[in-house]
Nanobody, 122 residues
């Protein structure tokens, strides 16, 4: 299976920056895409940004120009640089990956991290 471990969350003032990291491990054969979702209290989980194995990216409109996703394929790690943070960015951020494992190389599944809390004080 595939395990995703996030790090880098915390408390920051409005206008500040944080950098999240997510490392994938396990019996990985291939990771097609990695990304970040977030879920604020009382709201549904939403896509923040994603990046494919070729480097194509997409962003939610609410974070365009402020957040940047990057990926180190050799390390199976994805990063999320968050700048100009706002109170409305407060949420639990989840790492997500679409990956296949060695024993089932042509079967891609969704994997999730445990989540990391990001709190932006206004």
């Amino acid at each position: 299976q595939v395990q995703l471990v996030e790090s880098g969350g915390g408390l920051v003032q409005s206008g500040g920056s944080l950098r999240l990291s997510c490392k994938a491990s396990g019996s990985i054969f291939s990771i097609n895409a990695m990304g970040w979702y977030r879920q604020a209290p009382g709201k549904q989980r939403e896509l923040v940004t994603a990046i494919t194995i070729t480097g194509s990216t997409n962003y939610a409109d609410s974070v365009k120009g402020r957040f940047t996703i990057s990926r180190d394929n050799a390390k199976n790690t994805v990063y999320l640089q968050m700048n100009s943070l706002k109170a409305e960015d407060t949420a639990v951020y989840y790492c997500h990956a679409v990956a296949s494992v060695v024993s089932r190389r042509n079967s891609f599944n969704d994997y999730w991290g445990q989540g990391t809390q990001v709190t932006v004080s206004s």
